[in-house]
């Protein structure tokens, strides 16, 4: 199993730029999430979904975009990147297991904004 | 609301102990502990679950205070690879799948 898997490793945009960012999970996985990580802040739950089709807000949402057409695929879009998006963005995965939801991370998205 | 994590940061010699505290303002169903060394992603440790049941990882163990609403993360003679950031996530209910992780606790071990 490859896990779950974050492109790019590595983005710049201008301001203004749209942009996709792909995560895929091959463990058949129920829920997936999008964090993002500044320095001193922790990571925060941008998006998360519970299966496909299904898509919730988590603590910032404003300014992304996902979708969950399958159960693998849970991008997350941009829609017109500003400075203050510049982070480290985590996809994840878990699957429930007697309540458990361990949390599977990908290798993560370094972008920044211009 | 994130949760709050002390100390912010913590230097430790191989072989010394330390504790990681987690406190939240929401009634919690469990607590996740995850471990993310520089540059990497942040790895699962364990889970603290309502009930006492709970699983544990090489010298570290954790402690679920239900009623308080706090968890506390133990580090045993400490290794150099004990080095890295860690963060608490609770959970307040078993259908809520999202994690609010903390701000984390940097811990350094030096020889």
């Known amino acids: 199993n490859a896990g779950v898997t974050q492109t790019p490793k590595f983005q710049v945009l201008k301001t203004g730029q749209s942009m996709t960012l792909q995560c895929a999970q091959d463990m058949n996985h129920e829920y997936m999430s999008w964090y993002r990580q500044d320095p001193g802040m922790g990571l925060r739950l941008i998006h998360y979904?519970?299966?496909?089709?299904?898509?919730d807000q988590g603590e910032v949402p404003n300014g992304y975009n996902v979708s969950r057409s399958t159960t693998e695929d849970f991008p997350l879009r941009l829609l017109s990147a500003a400075p203050s998006q510049t982070s480290v963005y985590f996809c994840?995965?878990?699957?429930?297991?007697?309540?458990?939801?361990?949390?599977?991370f990908g290798p993560g998205t370094r972008l920044t904004v211009t | 609301q994130q949760p709050v994590q002390s100390p912010q940061a913590v230097i430790l010699r191989e072989g010394e102990d330390a504790v990681i505290n987690c406190s939240s303002s929401k009634a919690l169903y469990s607590v996740h502990w995850y471990r993310q060394k520089h540059g990497e992603a942040p790895v699962f440790l364990m889970i603290l679950l309502k009930g006492g049941e709970q699983k544990g990882h090489e010298k570290i163990s954790a402690s679920f205070n239900e009623k308080k609403q706090q968890s506390s993360l133990y580090l045993t003679a400490s290794q150099l690879s004990y080095s890295g950031t860690y963060f608490c996530g609770p959970r307040s209910g078993a259908g809520s799948y999202q994690l609010t992780f903390g701000k984390g606790t940097k811990l350094s071990v030096i020889p």
């Open positions: 979904s519970v299966g496909a089709g299904i898509t």
């Open positions: 994840a995965s878990s699957y429930s297991t007697s309540g458990s939801h361990e949390q599977y």
